[in-house]
Structures are given as C-alpha cells and as structure tokens.
C-alpha cells in the first residue's frame, strides 16, 4: 500500500513523534492477538477468568499457567518486520517515543531504545503481596510461592481493575501531548486509559496515523486511517521517509 506523501513531509517535517503500539503488531510474530476472532487469545476465555486479581485470587493456578503459556509463546517469537521497522524510525526522527501495551519485549529485542511499557513485562515475576521482583522460582509449582514471604508470584503485568504504573502513564502523556506525529499501530483501542493517547495528539495538534486491519483506509483533515498489515506498511513507510528527496 502507498504511503501519502504528505505524510512523508508531515515526518520529514517532525521535531518529536510518539507511537502506541497494540497487539497487532506481535501479530506477525505470531503472538495472538485478544480480540481477533479466531486466533484472539480472548475467544477461548473469558476476560474476567484470566487477567484480573480477582481471577488470580479465585484460581491462581489457571492464570499462572495461562501466562507460562504465553511466556513460552513468547520466549520463542522473534521481532517481526513491524518491530525492526519501529526500532530503525527512532533512529530516522529528532525524538521518539515507543509507548507499548504489549508486555513481550519484542519492541526491546528488535533494538527499540526508549520503550514506555504501559501494561507491565511478562518476563518479570512479582511477589503478589510485596510487589517486589523475583529473580528466581520453582518452575515445577503453578504458581510458585514468594522465598521472602511466602505469597503466590504473579506476572508484573497490569490486570484489568489495576492502576497503570504511575511514571509510565505520565511520561506517555507527555509524549502524546508533545510530539508532532502520533501513530496508533495494531491496537483496536478498546482498553483505557491508552485509548485515549490518540485523541490526547489529536487535541494538540498532532498528525495522527491510525494503522490496524479493522479501519477503512481513508484521510482527513489531520488523520489518517491505513488498513494494512503494520510488517508490511511500516518498513515502507521507514524506506519512504530515509530515501533521498
Ligand atoms: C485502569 C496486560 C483505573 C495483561 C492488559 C468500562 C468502560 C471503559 C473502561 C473501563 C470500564 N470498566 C473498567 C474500565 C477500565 C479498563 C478497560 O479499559 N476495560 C475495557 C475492557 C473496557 N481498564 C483498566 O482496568 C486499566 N486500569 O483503568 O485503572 C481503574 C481502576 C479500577 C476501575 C476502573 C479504572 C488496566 C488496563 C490494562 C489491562 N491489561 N494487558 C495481559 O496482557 O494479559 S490490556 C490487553 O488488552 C493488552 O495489553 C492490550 O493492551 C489490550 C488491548 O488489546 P490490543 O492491544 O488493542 O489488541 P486487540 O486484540 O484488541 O486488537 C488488535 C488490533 O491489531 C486490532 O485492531 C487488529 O485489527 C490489529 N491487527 C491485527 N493484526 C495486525 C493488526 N494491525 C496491523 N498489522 C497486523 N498484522
């Protein structure tokens, strides 16, 4: 799919661009999505039985092992186009800020240096009642216990019901007000409050770029909506912006 050139300019042009970036963009990795139909990894449960506290506290070892699963998944995915692309555009721009609902690490992995991560890390493990890390646990227990106090381990990820982390949410404020360009990549944001980030660059006199499979590709005004698959529309985009010209 071609790339406005007006959006090149609007880029070339960019002192600061800020970029939210959803499942979709995991998609190619082939980690599943949550809402897709078939792959949506919420098909086959409910919200409610897996990523709040009180489902952890009703069945810890469900969701325990819900999220080894994903770990696992994740563990062996490796950053697709749509990452690498993302990672050599906040080497293309003044400044940029990558703000990522994703928990994978994939956006880290694929050399993506300053990374707000809004919902938390799979990769890490937290006392559920000190909220400390935990390095080290049993990998045999489902979910193993706290070697400090004793309480479940929970993935440091931010469940529904949950705050965000307060300096993550602020700094992804900042950028979403700030910045000259806002994209949204592969989120169908229906989850608060990184929803709001897109209408927040809007209100400030951001261009913003909508790219998911679930918009119409169109433009207005200072919008513009791209239904394209984020491996292959971003490194065109990247290719578009670094030509000569
Ligand atoms: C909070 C971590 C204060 C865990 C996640 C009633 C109305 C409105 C809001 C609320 C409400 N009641 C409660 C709320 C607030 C609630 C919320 O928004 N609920 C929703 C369900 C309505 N939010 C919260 O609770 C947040 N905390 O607000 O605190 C508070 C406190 C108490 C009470 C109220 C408020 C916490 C939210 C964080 C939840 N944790 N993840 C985990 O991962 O297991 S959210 C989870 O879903 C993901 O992290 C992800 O961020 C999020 C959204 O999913 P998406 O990333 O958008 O993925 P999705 O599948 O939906 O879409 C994929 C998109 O990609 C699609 O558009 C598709 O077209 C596109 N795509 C697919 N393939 C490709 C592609 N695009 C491009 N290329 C491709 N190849």
């Known amino acids: ?133 935990v390095e080290a646990w049993d990998a045999t227990a489902s979910p193993p216990t706290c070697p400090r106090c004793g309480a479940y381990l929970r993935p440091d990820v931010v469940w529904f019901g949950e705050m965000l982390p307060e300096a993550a949410l602020h700094a992804a404020y900042e950028a979403a007000t700030g910045c000259d360009v806002f994209f949204s990549i592969g989120t169908s944001g229906q989850v608060a409050p990184a929803a709001a980030l897109p209408r927040i660059a809007l209100r400030n006199g951001a261009t913003v770029v909508v790219l998911n499979l679930d918009v119409t590709t169109s433009t207005a005004d200072r919008c513009f909506f791209m239904n394209a698959r984020a491996g292959e529309w971003l490194p065109e985009l990247v290719s578009g912006l670094t030509a000569e010209g």
């Open 1 to 133: 799919m071609a790339i406005p050139p007006e959006l090149i300019s609007a880029l070339r042009n960019a002192e600061r661009v800020a970029v939210l970036t959803g499942a979709g963009v995991s998609a190619e990795s082939g980690i599943p999505t949550f809402r897709d139909a078939q792959t949506g990894l919420w098909a086959q449960y409910n919200l409610e039985d897996l990523a709040t506290p009180e489902a952890f506290a009703r069945n810890p070892k469900l969701v325990w092992e819900w999220y080894a699963w994903r770990r696992n998944l994740v563990a062996q995915a490796q950053p697709n186009p749509a990452h690498l692309a993302l990672a050599a555009l906040e080497r293309s721009v003044p400044q940029f800020t990558l703000i990522t609902q994703n928990i994978d690490s994939l956006h880290q992995r694929a050399g993506s240096r300053d990374v707000i991560e809004l919902h938390g890390n799979l990769a890490r493990v937290i006392c559920a009642t000190e909220r400390t890390v």
